[in-house]
């Protein structure tokens, strides 16, 4: 590892947001260093969340304002702006989804974001708390071993060399030794408390984080879906389905306006954390690990001294010591003393296996690996996380805006839809070129056909005399069409007057087919008439 010691620096965006202005719930200024257990800290986020809230009642009352002047201020359109008002509702509808698509890729990016900034928290916590366990159970291993292994071995030694005063003598100087190191490994910090503390953070972080993750996926979704269906029923102008798209456009609008509460909240309390870390780490272990133990952790400055060198030191020396006797004893009371060759072996076992735990508690105890899992979760948190929450912010921004224009577009379309539904109802539905008749005759084949009254015959003269001719009768040339103006005085508006005698031209694409008022007309001319208009209209 190299031992090069990168620094950690909090990113712009951080120090932005930690400038927010930090007021309590009775609008006076709280202190903005990081603080959750405080009240008044508390009352500051939940006032950015309020401000939230106040925007989502100021968005409701504008839309509520819209739609009581689309409704009150109805006014008589004329056929010329029936299309711009068409035009209108499609561009609206076309931005509406363009920015539906957007703020769904947004914050998608920005769930990934944030799942990965805090899936690196997580991962570093654990390492972390993996590290720690490993330093606890060497401890607890050397220990235990010191206090019965070893002193099992040193009362079996004794009574074997109880006539040798001097073997006595070196017995008892190892056993200082060995208090010695169990009073070393006392003075080290109780690191068992901080492994159940980390792995609490870890797991309550991994789960709210999968909760988290799930929401927005849903939610992200449900924009989705509502827009896609919403852009369905405009173009198959359903009024059921952009009835209830416009119901679920509300939900969604809340929904977005909530989120961008709570993700403005926990940027801003993450980025007051993530601008003097260092900080609130030392207070929250104050009483549990000593200040310059946490201060060598988190800076990892080669020039700093080891906290743990001392304690360490006497550790190696002991154990070398330790070693020396043994081997004193193996060489020259073994050869005297044969039977206590066994325990000596098992004493010279214990010091190797208490040397190779030393030399893995020395490594685990160097700053650099906590000191990295420290900056690893530091840069998961500040960079990424409170990045890709910035980026659920701007989702929110724009989903709330996509809905809002959605829901102005969805009221006009269902006006005109409601227009066109009325214009259609006036429609005589025995009108043999009204569409709707032609279905139902289509439809339904018992149903007597009507034919064109301008297809009959002039001798057809009254209502009773109507019944369907023989003969095919064929539409007359153009030329005759274009003839009609001089007959009926100088009129080009040739539909305003019953066609008899041949069959009636094509209607007009400009004009509806012929109301009931003309084929009142019709009904009600006598044979005279129509003897005089048959011999100018004869096929």
């Given at each position: 590892?190299?031992?090069?010691?990168?620094?950690?620096?909090?990113?712009?965006?951080?120090?932005?947001?930690?400038?927010?202005?930090?007021?309590?719930?009775?609008?006076?200024?709280?202190?903005?260093?990081?603080?959750?257990?405080?009240?008044?800290?508390?009352?500051?986020?939940?006032?950015?969340?309020?401000?939230?809230?106040?925007?989502?009642?100021?968005?409701?009352?504008?839309?509520?304002?819209?739609?009581?002047?689309?409704?009150?201020?109805?006014?008589?359109?004329?056929?010329?702006?029936?299309?711009?008002?068409?035009?209108?509702?499609?561009?609206?509808?076309?931005?509406?989804?363009?920015?539906?698509?957007?703020?769904?890729?947004?914050?998608?990016?920005?769930?990934?974001e944030t799942n990965d900034g805090v899936y690196q928290l997580t991962y570093s916590l654990y390492n972390a708390n993996h590290t720690l366990g490993g330093v606890d159970s060497l401890v607890t291993g050397t220990m235990?071993?010191?206090?019965?292994?070893?002193?099992?071995?040193?009362?079996?030694?004794?009574?074997?060399?109880?006539?040798?005063?001097?073997?006595?003598?070196?017995?008892?100087?190892?056993?200082?030794?060995?208090?010695?190191?169990?009073?070393q490994l006392l003075g080290l910090p109780d690191w068992d408390v901080a492994k159940v503390d980390l792995a609490t953070i870890a797991d309550q972080t991994a789960n709210i984080e999968y909760y988290?993750?799930?929401?927005?996926?849903?939610?992200?979704?449900?924009?989705?879906?509502?827009?896609?269906?919403?852009?369905?029923?405009?173009?198959?102008?359903?009024?059921?389905?952009?009835?209830?798209?416009?119901?679920?456009?509300?939900?969604?609008l809340i929904l977005s306006w909530t989120s961008l509460g709570?993700?403005?909240?926990?940027?801003?309390?993450?980025?007051?954390?993530?601008?003097?870390?260092?900080?609130?780490?030392?207070?929250?272990?104050?009483?549990?690990?000593?200040a310059d133990i946490v201060h060598y952790y988190l800076y990892c400055n080669q020039t700093l001294s080891n906290p743990f060198q001392q304690p360490l030191t006497i550790f190696q020396r002991s154990l070398t010591t330790m070693q020396i006797q043994i081997q004193g004893l193996l060489q020259f009371a073994v050869p005297?003393?044969?039977?206590?060759?066994?325990?000596?072996?098992?004493?010279?076992?214990?010091?190797?296996?208490?040397?190779?735990?030393?030399?893995?508690?020395?490594?685990?105890?160097?700053?650099?690996?906590?000191?990295?899992?420290?900056?690893?979760?530091?840069?998961g948190v500040c960079y990424d996380g409170v990045e890709g929450v910035l980026y659920l912010c701007l989702f929110s921004i724009l989903a709330a805006c996509a809905f809002t224009v959605m829901l102005c577009a969805i009221p006009r379309a269902l006006r005109q839809i409601a227009s066109r539904e009325q214009d259609y109802d006036d429609i005589d539905e025995e009108d043999p070129f009204n569409p709707r008749a032609r279905r139902i005759g289509s439809q339904n084949p018992n149903h007597t056909n009507l034919h064109s009254f301008c297809s009959y015959s002039s001798s057809m003269g009254s209502q009773n005399s109507l019944h369907p001719p023989a003969p095919t009768v064929s539409n007359p040339p153009m030329s005759e069409y274009m003839n009609q103006p001089a007959l009926f005085?100088?009129?080009?508006?040739?539909?305003?007057?019953?066609?008899?005698?041949?069959?009636?031209?094509?209607?007009?694409?400009?004009?509806?087919p012929y109301s009931p008022t003309m084929r009142a007309t019709y009904l009600s001319m006598t044979e005279e008439q129509s003897r005089h208009f048959g011999s100018d209209f004869q096929a």
């Open positions: 590892m190299s031992l090069t010691r990168v620094d950690y620096i909090a990113p712009w965006w951080t120090y932005w947001l930690h400038n927010f202005p930090h007021i309590n719930l009775r609008f006076q200024p709280t202190d903005k260093s990081f603080q959750p257990e405080d009240e008044n800290y508390q009352q500051s986020l939940i006032f950015l969340g309020c401000v939230a809230a106040a925007g989502l009642g100021l968005n409701l009352l504008c839309l509520a304002i819209y739609l009581s002047c689309l409704c009150c201020c109805r006014k008589n359109e004329e056929e010329e702006t029936k299309k711009p008002n068409s035009c209108c509702v499609t561009w609206s509808a076309v931005a509406g989804g363009l920015i539906t698509c957007i703020s769904v890729g947004v914050g998608f990016y920005g769930n990934s235990g071993s010191m206090r019965t292994g070893l002193h099992q071995h040193l009362a079996r030694l004794d009574e074997i060399f109880a006539t040798r005063g001097d073997y006595v003598q070196t017995l008892q100087f190892m056993q200082q030794m060995a208090d010695n190191v169990i009073k988290r993750w799930l929401t927005y996926l849903l939610l992200l979704i449900l924009d989705l879906i509502i827009c896609l269906i919403a852009c369905l029923g405009l173009a198959k102008q359903s009024r059921w389905l952009l009835t209830t798209m416009m119901v679920f456009g509300v939900l969604t709570a993700d403005l909240a926990a940027a801003v309390g993450t980025s007051d954390f993530c601008v003097s870390p260092d900080k609130y780490i030392m207070g929250q272990t104050k009483g549990i690990i000593t005297l003393f044969p039977t206590a060759e066994r325990d000596l072996l098992g004493i010279q076992n214990l010091l190797n296996t208490s040397e190779a735990s030393l030399h893995q508690l020395t490594a685990l105890l160097d700053c650099r690996g906590l000191n990295k899992d420290y900056l690893d979760a530091m840069v005085g100088g009129n080009p508006r040739f539909e305003n007057v019953p066609l008899i005698g041949r069959g009636s031209p094509p209607p007009s694409p400009y004009r509806n």
